[in-house]
């Protein structure tokens, strides 16, 4: 099973999850501090290692936070799973994403331009702006940190405890 490392910037922020490949790189490179450790030891072509749970960035980097990767997972769990107009709690298959202000207006595809919606509210509002539509979002949408989408780690099994003091929601 592939374990998932957690990469923190110079200055302990959250910047990712990393592969143990891109792990082991940063390791053998010299670019990271290791603060903590999976129980495994893993084999590569210098030898053997304890595989890293939390790696720290020597330099620090520049992030940039208004274009993360838009995931359709990550909205839905940012919404949890709600329509985010009549408030109906929804199935995975019964899922729709609206753009708040529709592409055909010049709107875009991002957390703070997408909801999860209900297919009746999504046909209601159509091409129109909530305002045009007479229609009112729940709460104004933002963009997910990534302590919020530990979503991505399947199970309980991959979460290692060290995370939690990094990632809390």
């Known amino acids: 099973m592939a374990r998932k490392i957690l990469l923190l910037n110079s200055t302990y922020e959250v910047l990712s999850f990393v592969t ?10 010299n670019k990271v501090e290791v603060l903590n450790f ?6 590569f072509g210098y030898g053997n ?9 020597i330099n620090h980097v520049k992030r940039n936070y208004y274009n993360s990767n838009f995931s359709r997972r990550a909205l839905i ?3 949890e799973n709600r329509c ?13 994403i609206d753009h708040i202000i529709p592409r055909s ?4 595809t991002s957390y703070t331009n997408c909801v999860v919606c209900c297919f009746t ?6 091409n129109r702006t909530p305002e045009q539509a007479m229609m009112v979002l729940m709460k104004t949408p933002k963009q997910p940190t990534l302590a919020s989408m530990h979503c991505f780690i399947d199970s309980k099994e991959q979460w290692h405890s060290s995370w939690d003091d990094y990632l809390k929601t």
């Not at 143990?20 to 490179?29: F, G, M, Q, S």
């Open 84 to 96: 985010q107009y009549c408030a109906k709690t929804l199935s995975a298959s019964r899922i729709t």
């Open 77 to 79: 769990k940012r919404d």
């Open 105 to 108: 207006q010049g709107g875009i």
């Open 38 to 43: 999976w129980d495994d030891i893993i084999t």
């Open 49 to 57: 290692m304890k595989l890293p749970s939390i790696l720290r960035l």
């Open 20 to 29: 143990e490949r891109k792990a082991i790189k940063l390791v053998v490179k």
């Open 121 to 126: 509210c999504n046909s209601k509002k159509a």
